[in-house]
């Protein structure tokens, strides 16, 4: 066995945290899964959430990524068990992490990417501000969230569904009810 | 400032060659294609070959992998016109540039990319020296291509296949024939 490979149990130099943003960049996703849920305000959850994936040959690069975010889960890519994915979704560790670790090394990041992550965090930080439980502030999320197409990724739903069904299953909370009696 | 002008356009930095080869490790592969080819001596042509592939929304990644090797190609992927291919096909850059570049920035790389690594430069030296030339060195070669499998890739044909043709179409040279009389 490479000796070399097993010494180096993480020493996090900053050459591993560039080549980290680098197999990010093709690998990596920043994701705002939208889960249409009966218990939610307005008919849907809304989670930040970040992905690595790579081949199950290379297991050994997911758990450095691992290791060296200090949280997130690894399991087979439902539908296609050759594939791993590396998942952050809890959302402290989105905004103490994952966030900060863009924020440094995405200098060179395709425009696209770059255009991604800052929606991403805008998301990220007007949920942590507490803006979806208005409906208002949750219109805005799903426009941001709408706002980029993740690389021609199609979403399941159209904005406008989503949207449609926010709307329709929205009632006036109590107090403007009894404000109309 | 008397530097060299494409370094200062792109500034590649050791951060710049650490995110690409992150990215190379996700994105990039390392190829020895087999054509069979009735004008090869023992009906194939064997070709060292360096990929990197990228949605066509991040094309300024592969301009700028081109730019940093000084040579290559982009192209879009045969079959899928939304992914774009950047190649190195030309042995004398594979040998000058690719492998040098794989020997320093591949520190941080699965097992498995490693591995592929040290065959694809095995057989690089092995046709920079000729080896093909006998069938011998030629049989060497097509073993050496099949020991790896390339993160589960499979090769349109099997190594029984391509040495059966090999051997096959094999006829001693008149100085053997001559021997025979």
């Known amino acids: 066995m490479n000796t070399d490979n097993q010494q180096e149990r993480l020493q996090i130099t900053e050459e591993f945290k560039w080549f980290l ?10 994701c705002i899964s939208l889960k249409q849920h009966p218990s939610a305000r ?21 758990e450095r990524a691992k290791e060296f975010f200090g949280t997130g889960r ?5 539908g296609n068990e050759d594939v791993l994915v590396f998942r952050i ?26 255009e ?17 439980k208005t409906l208002q502030g949750t219109l805005r999320i799903v426009e941001l969230v709408y706002s980029t197409n993740h ?9 406008e569904e989503v949207i449609g069904r926010i709307l329709r299953d929205y009632t006036p909370n109590s107090e403007s009810d009894s404000e109309k009696i």
Chains 1, 2 share one sequence.
């Open 21 to 30: 943003a680098g197999l990010i960049e093709g690998e990596g996703s920043l």
């Open 42 to 62: 307005f008919g849907y959850y809304i989670d930040p959430e970040f992905f690595i994936y790579q081949h199950k040959s290379a297991r050994e690069l997911l």
């Open 74 to 78: 690894i399991f087979p890519k439902p």
């Open 89 to 114: 979704s809890a959302r402290r560790s989105i905004l103490e992490k994952v966030i900060p670790f863009f924020e440094k090394y995405m200098k060179y990041s395709s425009k696209t990417k770059k």
């Open 116 to 132: 991604n992550f800052r929606v991403f965090k805008e998301v990220t930080l007007a949920l942590e501000n507490g803006e979806h």
């Open 151 to 159: 690389a021609g990724k199609q979403r399941k739903r159209s904005k």
